[in-house]
């Protein structure tokens, strides 16, 4: 027996008894007649402490050639501390060791194996197995588990049923691009890696199983941004003889489930925006509602003063930061510089002061007189102290300007604090978009997406204008999870299809499969897919994912750890029946 | 709101109610002025009854309009049966609709959605979803669920951590066949599905991690046989500080879990059986022991009776079929041509028949006189009744071929019953086996599972001989689990590497990673696999493990539903600097 106890377990109770416990050297302290050594395990860090004068030779000498991350076993009889701790949880006792043994010994670990580590990014990934016992780490790994834990107790209390859907399913051109796996026994053809089990679910739902869910890997073969990974995970859920009334409260009970459950917060009821109040209010379809700060359109009120800017502009509009009248000339300079960063594309910040004796000075009072900013100043439901912020230009770049904007002033005014949490629904999305670049219309959601029924008759006529039962599920301005009611039908199906660009034959040869399911008696039905790292790091508290992940993959979609992607054998090409284009 | 109640919910309780449910039509019986429609979801059937002649003209019509596996929606009072049913549990009830709504028609499915369908297993597969609608498929994958939920519970209590381990891996040429990905964004490399997560199970233990599990999809690219999957599913684990003896305690206290929770089973606790003892008494490194028949040898008996076949046999081995003596010519004939099946490669059976007037004759009389028959008996223990068969030949060949023959007895006198639960662990398994093939040493578990401390001086005078610390859990003859500790220790494996024919260069660049991990405080440690798939289909009475799967894929390896694999696009392929050798 390795271990009777783990390293976080003892306490006053185990006062005299004789355990042993397992673990690595956190650290030692040797003061001649008394050596500590810290000893870590998963559970905690308890303390051993060696009277050397009292102790066999053998037992010192073993306790003196330790080092850190040296992995041990202790026995000993459990004593109370003499100065006590109340850092740990074991901090009120210690052990006396009659016995140490070296299980393994360890070299210096390339950073130190603290909360605080002097480890950069590349080589904590390197290294990834010493980054995951720092406790930082292995807490975000504990917290993921607790989340799914919670998340399958919740489905399974409602009848969903977890189904595994393949992984090897076939590749199509609709979405991101898809990882494919050559078949060896289907010379010439190959699998796809799915980017989401979407029409899997959807087929569950025609074959009768009415609740579906499953926490699943998926994959995307996109250019990665900072923070994004080519495998990642998502809570999938499908449900069928639903409207969307019925998913939003099923997994708005989720959500409110695991705040509860996990971090022993009760939410609020969620709130629900429109798609065209989120733009209008936000600049954002997954505003970030832990402040208001909400835009104000103003054309009404500035055109036709002369100032160019503002009349020439398609759109004026500004928010209204409280208590930052006192903003100095620096700080507005710093705000000009950050709106006209090509990420965020304005030409321009026109700035009021609404100071705190009553008095208001713009940045462009040549052009407006102080009449004409009170009636600003009322618009926006302004007060003393308080700094208007205004951008204009064409409509929808301006918005998406004025939404980062409000973001940095929330951040810049402690606004957006991790430990607080605003949760709501964005719905009726358009859906369809136009692409400029494809010169045709793309699914804002997906292709399974069903438009509102009232809107079918646009569907010919004024396909930008339709609306979907498609929601988005927004925490804290992060799109945690989005889904939609889908179309059940072949005809509207195929409707969709052709309006998406597929010619009938492509429609046929990749969906025909879905398309023909429709004709057996396909159910009403809908869904929702979150986003699982993501979802894990909101509750952490943490901007990234990366470190809710147990291995990640670097920007450049390598682990660094175990060296891959690598070169394979020509032998293995062979057996596929492929050959590299490209010579390294 | 498109339904209140599910078909399978309603109940006397609920008399005089006026619901709402929704469904698939199981059935219509058309009588004129009464008219039945059974209405099917996952969770039952519910009977509707129309009084045509008290019913509106509007709802008859679209009564009378309903096909098989409509979709419909159904509103109205509930009302007790005049004659109820006993077969489901809503037959004390009816319901007499006010409104039927057809959310979807339906064409004629290409099979009955019955337990006992008409449809092939080819045509099911097609039409996966129609055949999931079967109540039979359906239980299956509930009963997984149930298998997955009760799992988490157990593990999850212990304080195994669930952690995901990547799917976009690195390639290793040990083992099985790698399905591999091209990374588009690496030209040149692939990335590799895992065939399992050993080495990144074994990580987490370097990283502290102590006790993880995961229920995750691996991937083997090998030719398939009968009821094998290119993607299947394990329940993988692994612990650290912890000895065979502790491996073995925890997951026979999960199987005893499961059997408790999912099926109502107390099953005792598991027997212990060497690899070296399986061998001998079943012939079989998986026996079935829901029966005994286990193997007698008999060179000491038998040689030197001037019986060629038995003095020229390395082995002559039998068993002893309780009951069996009764057996015609025919059926021994049968079971002389079973045995000399090229699968099971005897060359002849020798029988001897103890009949119940305590008479014994055998198949070869000319060369045995019934007082040496009577020792035969003696050494099986045999009773009048019972029929001795005995094989021999080479010592390998012949125990496998005595293990069918057990197996097909087992079978033929009904001792192996599926509602009936044997398990047991087999230990002590050989660290390697020697490979004709390769003409080198192949590790029987894998490269990472540890010798015996105590044989370990015979690496290099006897590899053959070193057993492991390496055991398997079978039910009913089934492996469903096997596992080792592993090795932690840097010089051990590279010991391992080499003795698996690895150059210095090739441990290295494929396993440096791992060995590397060794010298920073790795602990004792080692683990489990469960085949989840094959655990499903034996809980579920079944032998093929196809129907517990969702969306499984045929001996092809083609998924007959979605067509796939399939060609991708010319683009996709230069994209991902690859060409086809193949042309199809």
Redesign the interface.
Known sequence: ???SHTCGELRKAHLGQTVTI?G?VQGMRDKGSLLWIDL???YGITQITIETENASTELVTIARSLGR???I?VTGKVTERYSKSDKIETGDIEINPAKITV?????T?PFTIEDETDGGDDIRMR???????RNTV?KN??L??RI??ET?NYL?KLNF???????????T?EGA?????????????????PQSPQ??KQ??M?????RYYQIV?C?R?E??RADRQ??F?QIDCEMA???QE?ILNTFEGMVRHLFKSVKGIDIPALTRMTYADAMKFYGNDKPDIRFEMTFIELNYLVKGKDFKVFDDAQLVVGICAKGAAEYTRKQLDELTEFVKRPQVGATGLVYARYNADGTIKSSVDKFYNEDELKKWAIAFNAEPGDLIMILAGEEHKTRKALSELRLEMGTRLGLRDKSKFACHWVIDFPLLEWSGETSRWHAMHHAFTSPKPEDIPLLDSNPGAVRANAYDLVINGVEIGGGSIRI??KEMQAKMFELLGFTKEDAQSQFG?LMN????????HGGIALGFDRLCSLFGGADGIRDF???P?NN????V?????????EE?????????????
């Open positions: 027996m390795l271990r397992s690595w870590r395990d998963r991350e040296f992995v076993s299980l393994n010994s360890a070299i670990p290294y990834r197995y010493l980054d995951l016992r292995r790994l504990e993921r588990h799914a834990i399958r399974d049923l977890e189904v595994e859907t393949p992984v090897l399913i076939k590749s051109p691009r898809d990882f494919v796996v050559p078949s060896r026994m289907n010379p010439g053809e190959f699998y796809a890696l029409t899997f087929l569950l025609v074959g009768g199983f009415d890997k994959f073969d250019d990665l080519p495998e995970t003889f639903v409207e019925d059940f039908n499969f399911a429709f004709e057996y008696g396909a159910p009403p992940i147990a291995f993959k450049s979609g390598r682990d750890m175990i060296d891959s992607p690598s070169i394979i054998a293995q090409l062979k057996e596929l029946n492929i050959k590299l284009s490209h010579q390294k």
